[in-house]
C-alpha cells in the first residue's frame, strides 16, 4: 500500500521522521562529543530502520541499500524492547547477556594468558558516568548495538558493524532530507561524563550482591543507562521539531523501560526483596501507571513505526502531533501526555539509580569497585 506525500497522515509522518534524524543529527555529529554518541546510537539505528521501512512500505520509495548488515541492525533495533522481546522474551535476553559476558571476559582474560598474578589489575568493564550516574557499559553497548557474543572476540569485526551501523543512520538522514544545522539535544559539557574501568565479576558480586542473577543485573543495569540517558540527555531548546522529537524520544524509552520492569516482576526469575522494591518503586509511580495504559501502548507504536492512518482527519484539515497524543492517550490535552511521558522517565530513571548506586548491606557501592582507564 502507498499514500500521497501530501495525504495529512503521511505528511505528518514524514514529518515527524525528519524531526527525529534532524535532532539525532544533532545529538551524532558533534566533533567535540564522542560520548553521545554510544549514548544514542540505539536509538538512532532504532529510528533509521523504522523510518526506512515506513518509507518503503507506506510511502512507496525505495530506501538505498543500507551500509549496515541487516542483522545487526535488526537485533539493535529490537535491543530497545528489553524484556519484551517477542522473539528470545526475558528468558532468552537474559541467556544473552550470560553469553556477552562470558565472551566479553574471555576477550580480556584469555585462557591461555600467562601472568596470572596480574589478575587484578585486569579489567574487562567499561563504565561511562554522566554527573556520577552510569550511562553506558561496553557490555550493554554490545547489547544495544545489535553485537553477537562471538563477535566480541573479533575486535575488527565488531569495529566494523558499529561503524556500519553509524554510516547507515547518516545514510538515512541523508536520504529523508532530514536538516543537518540542528543542535539536537543541549550542548556536550565534557565536565560532566567520565569513563571508569572495573571488574564485571566484582561489580556483579560485590555491588548488587544478589539483588538480580549477573546476567539479569547487566541487563537491568542497560536499562536504568537508557532511562538515565533519556532523562538526562534527551532536553532540547533548538526548536518546535527538535523538542517533539525529545518528546518522543523519552516517551518510547520510559514506555520500554516500565513494561521491560513489569515483565519482570511479574516472571520466576530470582530477585532479592530488595532488589524488587526498586522494581516496584518504578511501577507504583502514578505517572508509569498511566504509562502503561492501552492508549500510551497505541501511541508509542503510532510514533515508533509512523503509523497514524487510524486518526481521523476532516477533508482538507492537517494532522498535527498535539491531535495524535490525545487521539491515542483519550487525554484532553497534550500537556498531560507530556507531563506524564516526564513523570514517569524521571520515576524510572531516579528508581533504578537509585538499586545501582546504593550499596547494598554486606556489598560496596559502585563507585568504589571503579578504576581510572590507563592515560
Known amino acids: 500500500m502507498t499514500t500521497s506525500l501530501s495525504e495529512p497522515h503521511t505528511a505528518l509522518a514524514i514529518a515527524l521522521a525528519r524531526a527525529d534524524l534532524a535532532y539525532l543529527h544533532g545529538a551524532l555529529m558533534r566533533p567535540d562529543d564522542p560520548t553521545q554518541r554510544w549514548v544514542f546510537l540505539q536509538y538512532a539505528v532504532m529510528t533509521s530502520y523504522e523510518t526506512r521501512r515506513y518509507f518503503q512500505e507506506q510511502v512507496g520509495v525505495e530506501a538505498p541499500e543500507a551500509p549496515w548488515p541487516e542483522e545487526t541492525a535488526t537485533a539493535a533495533r529490537m535491543s530497545g524492547k528489553y524484556f519484551d522481546d517477542n522473539r528470545r522474551f526475558l528468558s532468552g535476553v537474559v ?35 554522566l554527573d556520577g550516574v552510569p550511562v553506558v557499559t561496553n557490555v550493554g553497548g554490545f547489547f544495544t548495538a545489535g553485537i553477537q557474543p562471538s563477535q566480541v572476540m573479533d575486535q575488527d569485526e565488531l569495529g566494523s558493524r558499529i561503524h556500519d551501523l553509524a554510516a547507515g ?46 546476567p539479569l543485573a547487566v541487563a537491568m543495569l542497560t536499562i536504568q543507562n537508557a532511562a538515565t540517558a533519556a532523562d538526562r540527555l534527551s532536553r532540547t531548546d533548538c526548536c518546535g521539531a527538535c523538542q517533539t522529537a525529545a518528546i ?24 532479592s526483596a530488595a532488589g524488587a522494591t526498586y522494581l516496584k518503586q518504578a511501577l507504583n509511580d502514578p505517572h508509569c501507571v498511566k504509562l502503561l495504559e492501552p492508549g500510551y501502548c497505541k501511541l508509542r507504536n503510532g510514533l515508533l513505526h509512523l503509523g497514524l492512518s487510524d486518526i481521523p482527519v476532516a477533508s482538507g484539515s492537517t ?57
Open 95 to 129: 541467556d544473552y547477556f550470560a553469553e556477552l559476558i562470558a565472551a566479553n571476559r574471555s576477550f580480556f582474560l584469555p585462557e591461555a594468558r600467562r601472568a596470572r598474578w596480574l589478575d587484578r589489575l585486569r579489567r574487562d568493564m567499561a563504565v561511562l558516568l
Open 169 to 214: 543512520v547518516g545514510q538515512t538522514i541523508a536520504w529523508v532530507g532530514a536538516p543537518r544545522d540542528h543542535r539536537g539535544p543541549f550542548e556536550f559539557n565534557a565536565e560532566r561524563f567520565e569513563w571508569w574501568d572495573a571488574d564485571a565479576a566484582e561489580v556483579l558480586g560485590e555491588v548488587f550482591c544478589g539483588d538480580f542473577d549477573p
Open 248 to 271: 518522543k524520544h523519552r516517551m518510547i524509552v520510559a514506555y520500554q523501560s516500565a513494561v521491560a520492569l513489569r515483565h519482570l516482576l511479574a516472571s520466576n526469575l530470582s530477585l
Open 319 to 375: 494532522l498535527t502531533t498535539d491531535a495524535v497524543l490525545c487521539y491515542y492517550t483519550g487525554e484532553d490535552s497534550p500537556t498531560g501526555v507530556v507531563d506524564t511521558i516526564e513523570g514517569a522517565i524521571a520515576a524510572t530513571a531516579r528508581a533504578l539509580e537509585g538499586w545501582c548506586l546504593t550499596p547494598p548491606e554486606g556489598g560496596m557501592g559502585l563507585r568504589a569497585v571503579l578504576h581510572r582507564p590507563p592515560a
